[in-house]
């Protein structure tokens, strides 16, 4: 079962939680969009779920960083612009 309840809602009642599966937290007068409150039930399940989400994330940060690294420790030191870009056209096909 899910509800939507604004914050306010939520601070008079917090045992309003135990009700449901999770609840959609939302501005009662702008009607924006805060947050989810998820079940204890569920907890586990959703963190599980983030971390893995978060961890692709932030290894595909870090590839896209580290395809400067080169740059960085000399070993495009000597290469011309042409040179660089053919390199980087067979590595991104293999």
Do not use: N
Not at 21 to 26: A, L
Not at 75 to 93: I, N, P, V, Y
């Amino acid at each position: 079962m899910t509800t939507t309840l604004s914050i306010r809602d939520l601070a008079r009642s917090g045992k309003i939680l135990s009700e449901y599966d999770y609840v959609d937290i939302e501005d009662k007068k702008s009607h924006e969009y805060k947050g989810l409150f998820v079940s204890k039930q569920y907890a586990e399940d959703v963190k599980k779920f983030l971390e893995e989400k978060l961890k692709k994330e932030h290894k595909k940060s870090f590839e896209k960083i580290m395809q400067f690294s080169g740059i960085l420790d000399d070993a495009t030191k000597d290469k011309s612009f042409r040179e660089l870009k053919s390199e980087k056209g067979t590595s991104q096909c293999s």
